[in-house]
């Protein structure tokens, strides 16, 4: 599979949380990922990327926040994530960066 441009706007970033590490011992990795991107995009941009065996992929859009900046209101942009599965036998290195 080839990797095209449009896979680096699919993907935005590896996401590296303490949650995101557990996740890691299930074979699954977090995605930052495009909001408009939808699973079988995701899953072809991974496979393309990373050249790994994608299982399954779920998404979660995190509503963004209201918070205060310089003392004034302001709202966090929502943030659209992807846990990807991947099949027995395959890793990802999320430590290089894409």
Partial sequence: ?????EHYDVIVKPIITEKATMAQEAN????????????????EAVEALFGVKVKAV???????KTKKFRGRPGV????????????????IDVSTGL
Avoid: H, W
């Fill in 76 to 91: 966090r942009s929502d943030v659209k994530k992807a846990y990807v599965t991947l099949e027995a036998g395959n890793s």
């Fill in 28 to 43: 699954a990795f977090v995605f930052k990922v495009a909001p408009d991107a939808n699973k079988p995009q995701i899953k």
């Fill in 1 to 5: 599979m080839t990797t095209k441009p």
């Fill in 58 to 64: 779920n998404t979660v859009v995190t509503k963004g």
